[in-house]
């Protein structure tokens, strides 16, 4: 028998209270599950709950699972974290219990701890411990939860002699509980919301021995919208019920009359801080909720309870005689300035971004120009007093660059299966011609482009719409991002100078990410780093990239196409070489020598050049065996044509892994750019092919084959396997069901496992992975 039973329960973890379909958690689950397993003391078990096999966080576990046989998945209806606790505790076979949700973690030597106090203590029933809350925002330091009562003895007590309770308003995260007293006691996580006071009030009634660890063992991972139980709504009278619960349970008990005024008063502690609070209930059932509020206390109140001093003791009088008025009045004046329930901290305030600079236009241009921006606020503000257009959809990408990326396939796939959808692109000025025969626009800026911005029900963006750009109730904004990270992105940008100030303001980025219903996943590690970089209230779909259907679904045909299209030599080796940007340097810049390159890689050897889109509107000179391809508006068409790929640390690797071809690193300055940069992952440890330090490496890996060689194509299995999980060809097809034609998410098409993919075929036959 295992010393602890650890039971992971990650439902509804940070979601708002009945936010349908909904599934957070699952991203920082896995984070979660390696603070366990890399506890120094090993006897344990680990068991997730899972909502069932085809859930987000059943993946994550199944993955445990298959590296550590401790980790157990065990699959429960979705019925809410109560029962998915309970769940846990049935297959668990622990002496003692532990309970993390998916935004906990195991401090480091946790286990160790807690084993360590129940060696001096004895068997105990509870063992209650400290827990800390770590905020959102990383640049801020982590911050101490409720601590244990000062008063509390240092050795295990019976609460007999003690009568206040420890864990009545505890999480259930903060105490290890022995199986056998809470199997003994029939004791179970009660139904729907403020679970843990009604557990916690259970536990402090039936328990016989006690201990305490001054120690934080958790680590509660805040998000950025707070609590989801101190959100207004009807879920707040769940706080009654759990109330009522344990008030039921101590009456039938026995207790002594200290440890039921104990009890009392801290269970009316949370129910007197709702009732004050002055939007946590919503306003139509505030009333209600102070009467039977009222009826509880009066009903249970024990003989002889002594009413605490200060405010709270007013409030407890208050509500014994039915004084609601006054009682909201008293509610309203003692909570500090800013602290309703809209209130709360969006991090540093971050620097102004940067804006586009011009020459000054004379006093009468400035004059029109800004009459003319008046008019289109005015017409933009009239428009959204308009009704929502049911079959508009707006899309966009790389800032108004064109017809390209995610938003480029989602529109093709739509105009297949959901014509009746009318959809308008927005490019900056002077790029229409870049746009398909066909395709509606917009010019940014204009008025139409503000007018199908304010209609539409559907907005498409693979980066952010502008700032003035509101959120209408009944819109969809579907966040499609452009990318694998491997670099920093979003907040996670606050701790690297160079990359910060170029980002701008984090308020007005996060202000951005609360538009999103949607965001878009290509693999599990994007979901997670997604969520750190960009926490927010909408939900992931983890159904591939659109744009990279087209690497599954060409053919030779095709492939030979393109490469005529871009002027590759029949029976020529095509290298494609695609730098990524560097927010230290100014333009772009490269140490590669490419001449050089394709005379020492060898002479069927040429160069497909293509820079980082920031650069795509300058004219780099090719010639000989360099092809630049950084103006074509297809970077899928550039990738089908090539044979190989060299990058450095470009999220284009992850894009044309899916072709399972060759790819090779020149990490020539990888020291420089983790530092100035920062990376999610160590890329050094994890390449998708052979890794070269110098131009000098490269052109050797070229020339003695081993760039396409048995080993280059382990690396690219391995690589494959955790960042080409759900680009199978039908991405597009799966965004287009479920967010325009709202098609549930078991309806749609399941994402072909990796093995039985086949990508588009090179034009020379190479090593497959």
Request: charged fraction near 25%.
């Amino acid at each position: 028998m295992p010393r602890f039973s650890i039971i992971v329960a990650p439902h509804g973890d940070g979601a708002p209270p009945g936010r349908a379909g909904s599934r957070p958690g699952a991203g920082r689950l896995s984070q979660a599950l390696d603070s366990v397993l890399a506890q120094s003391f090993a006897d344990f078990e680990l068991i997730v709950v899972c909502d069932g096999p085809d859930a987000p966080a059943a993946d994550v576990a199944a993955a445990c699972a298959e590296r550590d046989v401790r980790v157990r998945p065990v699959h429960s209806p979705q019925a809410g974290p109560g029962a998915a606790r309970n769940a846990g505790i049935r297959a668990a076979a622990g002496a003692y219990l532990l309970f993390l949700d998916g935004d906990d973690a195991l401090a480091p030597g946790a286990l160790t701890a807690l084993a360590a106090r129940l060696e001096e203590t004895g068997d105990v029933d509870v063992l209650y411990a400290e827990h800390e809350r770590v905020p959102w925002w990383e640049g801020e330091p982590a911050e101490p939860a409720r601590p244990l009562p000062a008063d509390l003895p240092e050795h295990a007590y019976s609460p007999a002699g003690h009568p206040r309770p420890a864990g009545v308003r505890l999480p259930a995260r903060s105490a290890a509980y022995r199986r056998d007293f809470v199997t003994g006691h029939g004791l179970a996580f009660p139904d729907g919301h403020f679970t843990d006071l009604g557990w916690g009030g259970l536990v402090s009634v039936a328990a016989e021995r006690v201990a305490v660890l001054r120690q934080v063992v958790v680590r509660h991972r805040l998000h950025r919208r707070g609590n989801r139980l101190d959100l207004p709504g009807e879920h707040q009278c769940d706080l009654l019920d759990q109330a009522e619960r344990v008030l039921v349970r101590a009456a039938g008990a026995g207790l002594s009359a200290e440890r039921s005024a104990a009890l009392f008063e801290e269970v009316f502690a949370a129910v007197l801080d709702a009732a004050a609070h002055p939007r946590r209930v919503p306003a139509r059932r505030r009333r209600a909720f102070f009467r039977r509020a009222r009826r509880l206390y009066r009903c249970h109140r024990p003989a002889g309870f002594r009413v605490p001093g200060g405010v709270r003791g007013l409030r407890h009088r208050l509500l014994a005689a039915g004084a609601y008025t006054v009682f909201r009045v008293l509610g309203r004046a003692a909570r500090p300035a800013g602290a309703g329930a809209g209130a709360r901290a969006a991090g540093p305030a971050g620097r102004p971004s940067r804006g586009r600079t011009g020459r000054p236009a004379g006093r009468a241009g400035r004059a029109l120009a800004r009459v003319r921006a008046l008019g289109t606020r005015l017409a933009y503000w009239w428009q959204r007093h308009l009704p929502l257009d049911p079959n508009l959809v707006v899309y966009c990408a790389y800032w108004g660059r064109g017809y390209a990326c995610n938003p480029a396939a989602l529109h093709a796939k739509a105009r297949e299966l959901a014509p009746h959808l009318r959809a308008v692109f927005l490019v900056e000025p002077g790029l229409e011609h870049t746009l398909p025969d066909g395709v509606d626009h917009a010019v940014i800026g204009t008025r139409r482009c503000w007018k199908v911005l304010a209609r539409a029900t559907y907005l498409v963006n693979n980066a952010n719409f502008a700032d003035a750009v509101v959120k209408r109730p009944g819109s969809v904004h579907l966040q499609t991002q452009h990318g694998t990270p491997l670099k920093t992105m979003g907040c996670d940008q606050s701790t690297y100078p160079v990359v910060a100030a170029q980002t701008g303001s984090f308020t007005r980025l996060l202000a951005r990410v609360d538009r999103w219903d949607y965001n878009l996943s290509s693999n599990r590690h994007s979901t997670e780093m997604w969520e750190r970089a960009f926490p927010g209230a909408y939900e992931p779909l983890e159904y591939g990239y659109p744009r990279n259907d087209v690497y599954l679904t060409a053919g030779a045909a095709d492939v030979a196409r393109v490469r005529r299209a871009l002027g590759v030599p029949e029976g020529a080796t095509a290298v494609l070489y695609a730098p990524t940007h560097r927010d230290h340097h100014s333009g772009f810049e490269t140490a590669l020598d490419l001449e050089a390159f394709c005379e020492a890689a060898g002479d069927d050897v040429v160069v497909l050049l293509r820079a980082h889109y920031f650069y795509d509107r300058g004219a780099r000179h090719a010639s000989g065996r360099i092809i630049d391809v950084t103006a074509h508006r297809s970077a899928e068409d550039v990738c089908l044509a090539a044979d190989a790929l060299v990058t450095d640390y470009s999220s284009i690797m992850f894009d044309y892994a899916n072709l399972d071809r060759p790819i090779v690193i020149l990490a020539d300055d990888w020291e420089v750019y983790r530092e100035t940069r920062g990376v999610c992952f160590d890329l050094m440890r994890t390449p998708p092919g052979p890794v070269a330090r110098t131009p000098r490496e490269l052109a050797r890996i070229f020339r003695d084959g081993s760039w396409a060689g048995a080993r280059s194509a382990a690396l690219r299995t391995a690589f494959r396997e955790r960042f080409c999980q759900f680009d199978d060809g039908r991405a597009a097809e799966r965004v287009v069901r479920r967010v325009f034609l709202g098609e549930p998410p078991e309806a749609l098409p399941p994402v072909i496992p990796l093995a039985a993919r086949v990508p588009a075929p090179a034009a020379a036959p190479l090593v497959r992975s």
